[in-house]
């Protein structure tokens, strides 16, 4: 979609240019402007249309400086490797905060067995690793280099908390008392899915910042960060 609205703008903009309605400059603030409006339309995330607006003038601006290939190549390698293929998964690197993690701890009941789906770097990881000895950590993250650094992390840290490389879908839920999810708008339908059906009666579901449409949740907690961020939580029936 994201590909399809950039290449509508672009050519909604560069039509007036062969009709010699305005000159071809204005095809970096028509198009840019062109594809947020149909992103907006399509239904998309606000943060699409950031992308949308910078996509066309940063390429110009790249291609401008006449660098070298390699760079353009090592620049895709080191998305690939931070993001994974954030086509399909449609979630970006995020971490949680220090409010986040401290309220998080504060939820965790006794011994619980506790997911963390995106874990990233290992951030909530460590952190209740630390704080917290009675839980049962377990991670998933399917970006390559958070993964191989929650992975580094823990382990210089000592602790026992596992991380695994796989797709976040593709992750059982049932055997988890917590699961906390900081991943994107876009995956949320999804993860409510995974957890009505997977997840046993009781266990919590917990979402940093993001919420669920068409499921309100059983409890919001605020985090008093300059976002103005929440923690979602939905019990299992």
């Known amino acids: 979609m994201a590909l399809l609205c950039q290449l509508a703008g672009l050519l909604l903009a560069l039509l007036p240019v062969y009709g010699g309605w305005w000159p071809p400059a204005a ?19 606000r943060w699409w249309w950031v992308i949308h607006a910078l996509f066309l003038p940063l390429v110009v601006g ?40 401290l309220a998080l701890e504060g939820l965790l009941p006794a011994g619980a ?34 993964w191989l650094l929650a992975r580094i992390r823990l382990k210089l840290q000592g602790s026992d ?10 992750t059982p839920l049932g055997g988890y008392d917590v699961v906390y999810a900081f991943l994107s708008p876009a995956m949320m339908p999804d993860v409510w899915r995974l ?24 409890q919001a907690i605020e985090l008093n960060d300059w976002k103005g961020a929440r923690l979602y939580l939905w019990r299992m029936p």
Request: net charge neutral; proline share 6%.
């Open 27 to 45: 095809v970096l603030v028509a198009a840019p402007l062109a594809s947020v409006l149909l992103s907006w339309r399509c239904g998309q995330a």
């Open 62 to 101: 790249a291609l401008s400086l006449h660098l070298p290939p390699w760079i353009y190549l090592a620049a895709f390698v080191s998305a690939w490797a931070i993001f994974g293929r954030i086509d399909k998964s449609r979630v970006p690197l995020y971490l949680s905060n220090e409010a986040a993690l």
């Open 195 to 218: 957890a009505q059906d997977e997840m046993q009666g009781g266990a919590l579901l917990v979402s940093n910042s993001f919420e669920i449409p068409g499921a309100p949740p059983d």
């Open 113 to 146: 067995r506790f997911l963390d789906i995106g874990a990233g770097t290992g951030t909530v990881l460590a952190h209740l690793a630390r704080r917290r000895s009675d839980l049962q950590l377990t991670g998933v993250e399917h970006a390559w280099l958070p």
């Open 161 to 170: 908390a596992r991380v695994l490389r796989r797709d976040l879908l593709n």
